[in-house]
């Protein structure tokens, strides 16, 4: 399986660019990489997916290269309700599409 | 438009009882999933379905079982409750192959006492 490898924690202001780079060394041809958002009580909400290259949305850009080895989530002009935690998934396409969450990335932004 | 549909959203239980958690998707997704997320921890996967009649095990399977006779829902048993099963439950949903976003429940808060 696709492991992911991400920074524990990340700090930042309002109005930032926030760049969270994650590794995923052992992804595999078909696999997809997703990152998702995560509030305290909440269920993991659905930022951003790609496969290579570059994927723009209305909050989010995901930067992935040639040899899809690492992928970086781009947040522009932070604010402080962007405070929260992010995970790097790599999408397993010939298992159902599951999901591997890892610990994440904590994200505090500060005014 | 409900989305993900989880109940009941808190429920504590004695060792040795057994509950169901309910799930209920109304997007018409093929793919389902059930996640438990311990205290600072991340998510990890119990179960999961690509289409009624069909499941398979995830990463924490022992302790729970799934079924999925409809399409829409599908609920998550555990038997003989132990203190390790305290966690939150998330069930979440996606259309499969080639669209991967998971729509995600709101949670079930377990306590096992």
């Known amino acids: 399986l696709a492991k992911t490898t991400q920074p524990i924690s990340m700090d930042s202001y309002e109005g930032q660019e926030v760049n969270i780079t994650c590794s995923h060394n052992?992804?595999?041809?078909?696999?997809?990489i997703t990152w998702y958002q995560q509030f305290p009580s909440q269920g993991p909400r659905f930022i951003i997916q790609g496969y290579k290259t570059k994927v723009t949305n209305e909050v989010a850009s995901l930067f992935i290269p040639a040899d899809r080895k690492s992928s970086t989530l781009s947040l522009p002009r932070v604010s402080l309700s962007d405070t929260a935690v992010y995970y790097c998934?790599?999408?397993?396409?010939?298992?159902?599409?599951?999901?591997?969450f890892g610990q994440g990335t904590e994200l505090s932004v500060k005014p | 438009n409900a989305g993900v549909t989880q109940t009941p959203k808190f429920r504590i239980l004695k060792i040795g009882q057994s509950m169901t958690l309910q799930c209920t998707q109304d997007m018409n997704h093929n793919y389902m999933y059930w996640y438990r997320q311990d205290p600072g921890m991340g998510l990890k996967l119990i179960y999961y379905?690509?289409?009624?009649?069909?499941?398979d095990k995830g990463e924490v399977p022992n302790g729970y079982n799934v079924s999925r006779s409809t399409t829409e829902d599908f609920p998550l048993r555990l038997e003989l409750a132990a203190p390790s099963q305290t966690s939150v439950y998330f069930c979440?949903?996606?259309?499969?192959?080639?669209?991967?976003?998971?729509?995600f429940g709101s949670g079930t808060r377990l306590t096992v006492v």
């Open positions: 979440a949903s996606s259309r499969g192959q080639g669209d991967y976003g998971y729509t």
């Open positions: 052992n992804i595999a041809t078909n696999d997809y």
């Open positions: 998934l790599v999408v397993i396409y010939n298992q159902g599409g599951k999901l591997i």
């Open positions: 379905s690509v289409g009624a009649g069909i499941t």
